[in-house]
């Protein structure tokens, strides 16, 4: 098969060892902190609780830092960059396999999975008497969850990859071939099946310090995900049952929140929060590795930002005309038009070190991302302003405490209307499917519908999750002629010059990094997995 790019030059692998090994230097520059050896050894539960901490944000900084929007919401045409950053390269599908996006994504999935593979290997010989089995399990439970949720992100955007089980066996013989895709996915299967049954059960309430760390519902709600991407229909709606009955998340501003709103789930003073299934976590406590980067990415000006690299990323022009229905409350919150208010965005008054703040920000055209006409919204948070925002790190690189969403429970219900539907044709008046379906419409300020489509829950899904790096695996679960069609009729330019793509290829599989086949040339060769 074809990759979305054409590629000349020779593909291959780099992972992350925590262990030494000959080519430790290729691998996650910074481990997760705390990552157990036999060294480290945890005496009580509330240390082991926390020796985790790290899976949930430093392993994924690479990606978050730029690869993650480029890969997924620039190149589904969510976002636009103009040619003039590495962006735009992903706008008009000019990347090589050489890009550094590509190698950030694939070292931060596989630096995640080496963490995690390390916390199974080594956590048990690292506990002391005092720690509960319960708490042990449940550490198990989370690196289970991690290595599940980062290979979920491989398969889907390169099909066959390695699986990696053990790092000590893998850092004696490093050349070997991927596995195939049906493999890569019982692997998932098999991981949250135990993180389902060794993490915590959890009622998520308003102390959301205490909903960072994954819950058995989380796997729940992940593992409809991943049975829906198989077409496991009845599995699927199975799960995702399961984790609504069970009350443990709630829609924000919904018919069970309803004080709050869409716009809530982007205050940083509302990380964790009821309807958060599972998010990276970033403390902006000043290490480099710690942040948050998308206020600076995605905010349209400096006077909103600690740094002067604002703006490089914008709306496209597809996002800004063709996905949101009037009236749609998500569309402010997504991205800004001119004479968009918004109230708790903080802003320096001019671009003098020491300007003075105001509060309440007015978007003006004058100030638009990329010539779009526009700019992004969701994530964007402004100056530092301590009663919304939190502590940022030092101004020098601007990152805050923002969590990044990897699974909302949103994205569930519409999973489960899915999943009632049980495919890509035809249409369903079930009630149970309508409800989750006309939950997320409502708190969005539209009209329910008395009947839906899979069209319907496509065109909802994108504007329920924009910008939230969704987009480009929906659009890998249609038929590749019909994402090839929607790629190729997106407006792809300006506000002003319209452009449009040719893709050639016959899948939207992404190149394997190209700075590893010298390393290991089985990378394209495919064998079947050995389960344990």
């Given amino acids: 098969m074809k990759n979305i790019l054409k590629i000349n030059s020779a593909i291959a692998m780099a992972l992350i060892l925590l262990i030494s090994s000959s080519c430790s230097q ?87 999975i080496a963490n995690s593979n390390a916390y199974i290997s080594n956590l048990p010989q690292s506990v002391g008497p005092n720690v509960s089995k319960e708490a042990l399990n449940n550490a198990l439970g989370e690196s289970h969850f991690i290595r599940a949720f980062s290979y979920f992100f491989l398969v889907r955007l390169w ?14 013989n490093f050349v070997i071939p991927s596995n195939p895709t049906e493999d890569v996915y019982k692997f998932i299967e098999n991981d949250l099946k135990f993180a ?22 989380s796997a729940k709600a992940f593992l409809a995900k991943v049975y829906l991407y198989q077409k496991k229909y ?27 709103s869409f716009a809530d789930l982007f205050l940083q003073k509302n990380n964790n929060n009821e309807e958060s299934i599972f998010s990276w976590q970033w403390t902006g406590a000043g290490t480099y590795f710690e942040g948050n980067f998308s206020n600076t990415l995605f905010a349209p000006e400096n006077r909103l930002v600690e740094t002067t690299y604002s703006g490089q990323i914008a709306p496209s022009q597809d996002l800004i005309h063709n996905v949101f229905e009037d009236g749609d409350k998500r569309r402010k919150e997504t991205f800004m038009l001119p004479g968009d208010f918004y109230p708790n965005l903080t802003y320096a008054q001019t671009l003098a070190v020491d300007s003075p703040l105001i509060l309440g920000y007015t978007f003006a055209i004058e100030n638009e991302a990329q010539s779009s006409g526009a700019g992004l919204k969701k994530y964007v948070i402004g100056k530092e302003n301590l009663p919304i925002t939190g ?36 249409s369903t008046t079930d009630a149970m499917a309508l409800k989750s379906f006309n939950a997320v419409r409502l708190r969005a300020g539209l009209p329910v519908k008395a009947s839906i489509s899979f069209d319907d829950i496509f065109k ?15 659009l890998g679960r249609l038929p590749f002629a019909k994402a090839k069609a929607i790629l190729e009729a997106q407006n792809r330019g300006d506000k ?8 050639s290829a016959s899948n939207l599989l992404l190149p394997y990094p190209a700075d590893d086949l010298i390393k290991n040339p089985k990378l394209t060769e495919v064998a079947p997995y050995t389960f344990k």
């Fill in 196 to 217: 389902i049954a060794n993490l915590r059960t959890k009622n998520r309430g308003s102390d959301y310090a205490s909903n960072a760390h994954v819950s058995s519902g």
């Fill in 496 to 503: 002003v010059t319209e452009k449009h793509i040719s893709i």
């Fill in 234 to 260: 009845d599995l699927a709606r199975q799960m995702a049952q399961e984790v609504i009955n069970s009350g443990e998340f709630k829609l924000l501003g919904g018919e069970e929140l309803p004080t709050k």
């Fill in 159 to 172: 099909g066959n990859v390695p699986i990696i089980e053990n790092n000590a066996d893998y850092s004696k």
């Fill in 391 to 426: 502590p940022f790190n030092p101004p020098f690189n601007g990152e805050s405490s923002m969590n990044s969403y990897m699974m909302r429970y949103a994205e569930l219900l519409l999973i489960h209307a899915e999943a009632i539907l049980g495919g890509q044709s035809g």
């Fill in 26 to 112: 290729d691998f996650l520059d910074v481990p997760a902190e705390g990552t157990p050896t036999i060294g480290n050894y945890y005496d009580s539960d509330s240390k082991l609780d926390n020796a985790s901490n790290g899976l949930y944000g430093i392993v994924w900084f690479n990606m978050n830092k730029s690869a993650f929007y480029g890969i997924t919401d620039v190149i589904s045409g969510n976002m636009y960059a103009s040619q003039y950053n590495d962006f735009g390269k992903f706008t008009d599908l000019s990347f090589t396999n050489s890009q550094a996006f590509i190698s950030d994504a694939w070292r931060s999935c596989f630096g995640a």
């Fill in 460 to 474: 909802e899904r994108r504007a329920e999750l924009a910008c939230e790096g969704d987009y480009y695996f929906d």
